[in-house]
């Protein structure tokens, strides 16, 4: 079993739709947990970064950690055709520097 | 451009030979780190330094593999006698580390390798 676990999908939603997207984890060491967004032959984007549970809001992205629930979540109101990208989960134990651990990845397509 | 900088975009060579890689950190970063991922799937850590110094290795990283940050400013990923299987997309990425808490990481483009 892997360390991370995420719905490769691919998920299609119409442009407007709210985007859930969640990983689990089984490492109960990982502290802080990340979102990246990776366009096709780029390099992953970070764009949202949390070191507890709850909930974290930038702009039309919300990220949610339940740590009790080993379980992630990035939600994105309003999506946008620019939207389409395919979209990681990383986590990190502390005192490991950033040696991340990533999920396999999300591919969105956001239709007009 | 201040991102982090990876040279070249894209590798393709004959299996046995050898290939090196560059990356660029953002200037300020004194982490820099390496990372490798294949079709379907996320980033694996290779290894990363901290200023010059080599600081950790992923049992991933074969002793066909070896990297170099001299001077704790751009760094170097150099594969040797190269196998089909190193197939993949070298990501070079760097962080600003005050304190383990706060480290963001950046990722470059990616060196795209492919071994014929």
């Known amino acids: 079993q892997k360390e991370v676990e995420q719905d490769p999908g691919p998920l299609s939603v119409p442009e407007g739709a709210i985007v859930s997207l969640n990983c689990t984890y089984s490492n109960s060491a990982f502290q802080y947990f990340m979102w990246y967004r990776q366009y096709s032959r780029k390099g992953p984007e970070l764009l949202m970064y949390?070191?507890?549970?709850g909930n974290k809001e930038d702009g039309r992205f919300t990220a949610q950690v339940d740590k009790s629930s080993k379980y992630i979540s990035l939600f994105i109101r309003d999506s946008q055709p620019s939207d389409s990208a395919t979209y990681l989960c990383?986590?990190?134990?502390?005192?490991?520097?950033?040696?991340?651990?990533f999920g396999t990845g999300t591919r969105l397509q956001v239709t007009l | 451009d201040t991102g982090v900088s990876q040279n070249p975009r894209h590798k393709i060579t004959k299996r046995g030979q050898n290939v090196t890689f560059r990356c660029d950190p953002i200037?300020?970063?004194?982490?820099l780190y390496w990372y490798r991922q294949t079709l379907g799937q996320g980033p694996e850590f290779l290894t990363y330094?901290?200023?010059?110094?080599?600081?950790?290795k992923s049992r991933l990283l074969s002793d066909r593999f070896s990297a170099e940050r001299p001077k704790g400013s751009f760094s170097t990923l150099e594969i040797q006698r190269t196998e089909q299987g190193d197939s993949a997309m070298y990501l070079c990425?760097?962080?600003?580390?005050?304190?383990?808490?706060?480290?963001?990481?950046?990722f470059g483009s990616g060196t795209q390798l492919s071994v014929l």
């Open positions: 990383a986590m990190g134990a502390a005192g490991t520097a950033s040696k991340l651990t």
């Open positions: 990425a760097s962080s600003l580390a005050l304190s383990t808490a706060n480290e963001k990481l950046f």
């Open positions: 330094f901290q200023n010059e110094a080599q600081l950790e």
């Open positions: 200037s300020e970063h004194n982490r």
């Open positions: 949390t070191y507890s549970s």
